[in-house]
């Protein structure tokens, strides 16, 4: 009975909203102003209640295509250099919001927030994010891919946003200048979308509905932005960033060392189209950047550590967007880094864009200095892309990597490294379907010509998932500016789920998965790797979630190795097998108290794994938070091989005075590495895109509870932004 006057409420609330006129429209129309706004989040300005408004989203989660429970009402104007975007959020409750802290740049699931999903080019795979906190903090980022896997938030712009708090909600009022952005000359209509995330109630929603099973951010699901006029171009404005650091390294031991380095350099954004923008840099510093995080690897191959330098993440994906995950033609962290040591940048540029509403274009050069202490001579290195707009959201892309230097990696003669190739990326227009195609070929002097390709193929729908993924590569292939820890195999990974959803309080959805994970020989006659996992989830309306899942690997080394990585005996060659369970359990991430925990059991090789992964997390809103991250595996081997207890433990916090002040640290220790690493990092943006850091790093050894001599940094760096109109 409970049920059926659910289903008579929800029929007629549909029929309320028709009679009201809320029928769904596909168009928001902004209005010329001839003068400039000033951006306090009132919306008490005259043009703002003459324009026109949207004011009925749908539900994305807990459900969709329903009538949001909690509507926005959003407006839009603009003149000769901004794009206005106004909002009011309805809450019969104001306050109490659910935030993790008032650090820009904030992850817009885990936060109350309102956004814009803006396409100019109208392409659906590419657009930008403009985001916006109940306490005015703002975040910004590119989208890519469709936006099926979210924002990057890698990218930095200056924009201009505040909010006001009434009896009845919050407003939102947001200056976008188009310089910020690229987009077609002379343009009329954008795609767009808006949304708003509301955890204090458990409920996102947006303007044009999206599936529950796809992400918010998705460009496939946009309306149509329509400006009263053709926009003009964004001119010529030249924005100059420099900074100068001052770092000061000590290294405590028997020879003490004190090294103190200045440096002074800059980075430069130069328009070339409204649509094509250079990127200069010149003797960069990233002394700001926090340490990589430790990570526990228990595999014969290298682990990859995310790129963050902000020169390299900057429309990163056109130049990541080729290969696969594990099989990168092009690496950026292969630039000044070498094996963990910093390597000294000369300078580089980078242009971006898409000149043409169907072709997008990305070139890269870097020329990095010497670094005597581990001979390596100056290197350099260009990349340059193209991606083809086929069809409404598919392409084809092609791309060329090269890396000139002498006598690299102390092989005599291989003074150069070249990797071209071409993808294709496939995409429905009702997302059902997405895919991609590569092929990339490999020459070096000192290698034979050499070739990787593979493939992948989704299906999607809210309740069904089905993945096909093979790949080759070849066991010269050696692409020395990309990522490819693993050569000479093929490849099958086919896997499959299912997801049920209920229309309850208490449960979300439930599904089960199924996959399977084959590493063979190029002459198929020798496994190397196989695996066959089942897992069963369910996730709770709540935001909590639990899983279990069994997994059988069948593993062949080829060599003597340690599978624990703490130095003891390695195991001989052979085949061997993994089995085991995991379970994991996720509670309520929109509670100030919060936390993940798994744990497992396996058959391991020879003997037994057992142990788990802790993650509990605090937030003392809005101020910031504070978690732990643990994680502890026993491995017991039978003699001579012995047992080995490996952990990792990391602490974190970020603590954000006001959105332009932030304090973070980060705190780890590793069995592995056997080393304790700080991180302490102080910004304070005093202007808009110009910020003033304060950096302190320790690493310090400990060998079997023994403390090593520690090594400190301290680094004070200031950037300054500089707009110069043409």
Known sequence: MQLWRRWMLTALLWL???????????????????????????????????????????????????????????????????????????????????????????????????????DPSRTRTEGYNFTISPYGVQREGTISSGGDWGVSTNWDQEWYGAVFHTDSGWSVEMAIPFSAIQFPASSQEWYVNFSRNNLKYNENSAWQPVPRNRNVAGLAYTGVLRFEHPLPGKGFQVFLQPYHSSQVHYELGRASVLRHTADLGFDAKVPLLSSLQMDATFLPDFSQVEIDEQVINLERFSIFLPEKRPFFLENQDLFAYFGFFRIRPFFS????????????????????????????????????NQLPEAHLAPQTYAVATTQY???????????????????????????????????????????RWRGKLFYHLNFSPVRPIS??????????????????????????????????????????????????????????????????????????????????EMKGFVNFRSTSSLDVSYQHRLTVLPDSFDVTGTGIRPLPPGQYR????????????????????????????????????????????????????????????????????????????????????????????????????????????????????FVYTLRQGVEQGVTQPPAMGVALKMNYWIGVAG
């Open 16 to 118: 309320v909203l028709v009679a009201a006129g809320f029928a769904q429209t596909d168009t928001v129309v902004a209005h010329f102003i001839p003068g400039d706004l000033k951006i306090d989040g009132r919306l008490d300005e005259p043009v703002w209640q003459e324009a026109s408004a949207v004011n009925h989203f749908w539900q994305v989660y807990p459900q969709d295509s329903i009538p949001a429970k909690y509507q926005t009402t959003v407006r839009v104007l603009y003149n000769t250099r901004y794009l206005y975007i106004g909002a009011f959020c309805y809450d019969p409750q104001p306050g109490d919001y659910v935030v993790e802290s008032m650090q820009r740049d904030f992850s817009y699931p885990k936060n109350d927030a309102f956004a814009v999903y803006l």
């Open 333 to 368: 962290r292969r630039i000044g880094i070498w094996r963990g040591q910093q390597v000294p940048i000369f300078g580089g540029v980078k242009v971006t864009g898409r000149p043409t509403p169907r072709l997008r274009l990305g070139i890269l050069a870097m020329r990095t």
């Open 389 to 431: 707009r086929i069809f409404q959201r598919s392409d084809i892309g092609f791309l060329a990597v090269a890396r000139l230097g002498r006598d690299f990696d102390g092989i005599i003669g291989n003074d150069w490294n070249a990797t071209v190739g071409s993808d294709l990326f496939l995409a429905t227009n009702n997302n």
């Open 451 to 532: 070739f990787a390709t593979g493939g992948w193929l989704m299906y999607k729908t809210p309740s069904v998932v089905v993945n096909w993924n093979h790949e080759y590569v070849d066991s010269n292939y050696t692409p020395e500016v990309g990522f490819v820890p693993r050569k000479g195999h093929w490849r099958l990974e086919p896997s499959a789920a299912y997801r049920y959803y209920f229309f309850g309080n208490v449960v979300n959805d439930v599904g089960v998965r199924l996959r399977f994970d084959w590493y063979v020989n190029p002459d198929w006659k020798q496994t190397q790797d196989r695996v066959i």
């Open 578 to 693: 993994i089995a085991g369970i995991t379970v994991g359990y996720g509670s309520d991430y929109r509670q100030p108290f919060a936390m993940e925990v798994q744990g497992q059991w396996k058959h391991y090789y020879l003997g037994q794994l057992y142990g788990g992964k802790l993650s509990i997390r605090y937030q003392f809103r809005p101020y910031g938070n504070i978690s732990l991250d643990a994680s502890y595996s026993r491995i017991q081997l039978p003699a001579p091989y012995g047992i080995a207890d490996v952990a990792l433990v990391r602490l974190r916090n970020k603590l954000s005075f006001s959105p332009t002040l932030t304090l973070s640290g980060l705190v780890q220790y590793s069995t592995q590495s056997k080393r304790l690493e700080a991180n302490v990092r102080l910004q304070w943006r005093f202007l808009p895109m110009s910020d003033l850091y």
